[in-house]
């Protein structure tokens, strides 16, 4: 048998369960909206979540226990991960899009203004400054937490990623607050729509990327990654990096410029 530094993946039922669970998620919120039982929704997030453990721990044994994680399969899950993002780019592009379509040239029926007539918007100088200090903040904490690591300095990086969690718990409780207390709903017009379709999908990254930190960190604490191999944790930087990129445009474009 002739060896190849490539690591052929094993038959996996996770891509199928994801894709049961995702479905589930979809319809059963759907049909929460429309007054349904919100159970299958809860189903369909409960089947997600415990995907998402089982196939963490798969790639954990495949990366850091039998070593298939090799330079060759490493380089192919960074283009993976750098070719995810950048449809993560053009999925935020289109809610851009959007809300410039309406903004830039405003119809009769918004009132020929922007904010349409009506529409009292947030204040960009209180909730949403704080939430942009906090994320920067966490992303000096991230970058901290990634140097550590390249140092070996594993309590450094230890307490980074706490930090870095801890933030993102934060700018969430912030953000689930600023959402109570809005004087409008995604129904109030297009300003609406675009402002809580953009910043929740938005919130939602940031809980992704949260849980994708958490991860992280545990994997600090029992010696899972090393200073030459952590491409796990790099992963998880990119990502966040990513989603701070897109709220500094959301606080600009939406909050500030468009208020």
Not at 97 to 116: I, K, M, N, Q, V
Not at 179 to 191: G, K, L, Q, V
Not at 214 to 233: P, Y
Request: charged share 10%; aromatic share 20%.
């Amino acid at each position: 048998m002739t060896r190849q530094p490539f690591h052929l993946v094993e038959y996996s039922p996770w891509p199928l369960t994801g894709a049961m669970g995702a479905f589930s998620l979809t319809v059963g919120t759907a049909s929460w909206f429309h007054g349904f039982s919100p159970l299958p929704m809860f189903l369909g997030t409960l089947i997600i979540l415990l995907t998402m453990l089982q196939w963490w721990r798969d790639i954990i044994r495949e990366g850091t226990f039998m070593g298939h994680h090799t330079s060759y399969v490493t380089k192919g899950l960074r283009w993976g991960m750098i070719l995810f993002i950048s449809s993560e780019v053009m999925f935020f592009f289109a809610f851009f899009w959007a809300f410039f379509h309406s903004s830039l040239a405003p119809t009769p029926d918004l009132g020929c203004s922007w904010p349409p007539t009506g529409i009292f918007p947030l204040n960009p100088f209180s909730v949403p400054l704080l939430n942009t200090a906090v994320l920067l903040a966490s992303g000096v904490t991230v970058t901290w937490a990634h140097h550590s690591l390249i140092e070996a300095d594993r309590p450094g990086a230890t307490q980074a990623l706490i930090l870095t969690v801890l933030l993102g718990a934060y700018f969430t409780f912030l953000q689930a607050g600023e959402y109570i207390e809005a004087p409008f709903s995604i129904a109030d017009s297009m300003y609406g729509s675009t402002f809580f379709v953009a910043t929740g999908f938005r919130g939602l990254h940031v809980l992704i990327g949260s849980t994708f930190l958490f991860i992280c960190l545990l994997r600090t604490l029992t010696h899972h990654f090393s200073a030459g191999h952590h491409f796990g944790f790099e992963a998880a930087a990119w990502y966040w990096h990513f989603v701070d990129v897109v709220w500094i445009f959301l606080y600009m474009c939406i909050y500030w410029w468009g208020s």
